[in-house]
């Protein structure tokens, strides 16, 4: 007998005792099942091929086969180009796809699965390993239909949570190349008559490289052109504020509130384009006063920060100076203060962050620097969160989330946007403030120098 025939029997053998074995012979039955489980967990099908249905095991090979293949390719996509990628789970088709993908995998392991088990033939093998492959079998059912079904629900909430926040609305195309989208941190405290966005900056990416710069403009920022074809240009074409305006305080935060108090007629399909008068009337105003284009607007409600930061576990911040909780001013002095928030690496609270972002003392910038404590919160959120953080308070962040922000970016480029910031978390992002302790005043803006500097940053 040759070599080659004498293997061609023992591989004979070998499938003859998985697909018709001796059921008299316990120790062969055991090792069989040993077999089949393992085949089971690491290539489901595998184990249909080679003692059971053959038709069925095929077919779940080819899924596997093609799951496989489309994993590999979803690597060489996150390596290469992530903003294919992250389109599927970031818009409510992609993610309804991903909800039926879940279900008709779950029910596909469940029906194989239970035919391993049935494949086994227990009451032929050891005692022993019919309780351990038993349980193992059951593990495997539970932590895959569990799995499953959570991955199905958490497609859901964001299915409704990406519904919620963004719309279906206008596509922008770059401006010479970026993506200019305006981020107001309006603070809408109980203490204050409708909501002021008292921070106001730019965040520019490059559509290509995702290379980032942001521009921070104060809120105090006075004679504000506006940019071509804004309806409030023809009402103050010498910036405004200039020669007065329609509310008691004539700075850049209160164009906000003239637009919709005072003119909301002027922008009749704000509303339909997931925006109000008053963010369409600062939005012009910021790219008159940075002289680019802004496609779209990022609102983050600070209120709503308390309940996000506290789904999110807290928020580490860098504190640079006592910030009180509380207090006022009686005779030129701060008095009332029972707590502060002391210099130092800090875990904050929801309560105590939304206090560092929004308390008017302790700080020798003065509104200056509340501006930047707010931008610094909003930065140090994005920066911390992590995967393990939304796996596991995934409803909760989801929740709050949605009240916290609101955009007019549409969802169809929540991918595009998405795979940018990964990018972007490679480099060093690069920061201009137009406020006085960078050499800029307010109060007497040379809006040329600004476009100057604005320019010479992108570059």
Known sequence: ????????????????????????????????????????????????????????????????????????????????????????????????????????????????????????????????????????????????????????????????????????????????????????????????????????????????TGDMVTFGLPRDQTDIPFSKGSPMLAKYPDGYGTHGCNVDVCQLNSIYTEAELKSPQLWPDAEAQHSSPGIEATREAVEGALGIRVQYYVLVDMGSFEQLIDALGGVTIDVKQRIPLGGHIVGGRLTGVKVWIEPGRRHLNGNRALWYARSRYGDAQGDYGRMQRQRELQQAIVRQVNPLTVLTRFERVARTGAGAVSTDIPQGLLGEFAGLAVRTRGQKAKTVEFVPSSGWDPAHPDYAKIHAAVQKALR
């Not at 038709?55 to 093609?66: D, E, F, Q, T």
């Not at 180009?81 to 796809?97: D, E, V």
């Not at 009451?123 to 390993?129: D, E, G, L, T, W």
């Open 1 to 208: 007998m040759t070599a080659a025939t004498a293997s061609s029997l023992r591989g004979g053998a070998a499938a003859s005792a998985l697909r018709a074995p001796d059921p008299g012979d316990r120790r062969l039955m055991t090792r069989r099942a040993v077999w089949l489980t393992v085949l089971h967990l690491l290539v489901p099908g595998s184990a249909q091929v080679v003692a059971g249905n053959r038709r069925l095991g095929r077919a779940a090979l080819a899924v596997w086969l093609v799951g496989v293949v489309g994993l590999l390719a979803a690597a060489v996509l996150w390596a290469v180009l992530p903003q294919l990628l992250l389109t599927l789970p970031t818009n409510a088709p992609g993610l309804t796809a991903i909800q039926v993908l879940l279900a008709a995998w779950a029910v596909g392991w469940l029906v194989l699965t239970l035919d391993t088990l049935r494949l086994l033939r227990l009451v032929r093998i050891a005692p022993a390993a019919r309780g351990a492959l038993s349980a193992l079998l059951a593990l495997a059912l539970v932590v895959g239909l569990g799995g499953a079904g959570w991955g199905a629900w958490a497609a859901g909430v964001a299915r409704s949570t990406i519904g919620g926040v963004f719309g279906s609305g206008r596509y922008a195309l770059p401006a010479d190349g970026r993506y200019n989208i305006m981020v107001l941190g309006g603070d809408a405290g109980k203490d204050r008559a409708g909501r002021r966005p008292d921070s106001v900056s730019v965040v520019s990416l490059d559509a290509l």
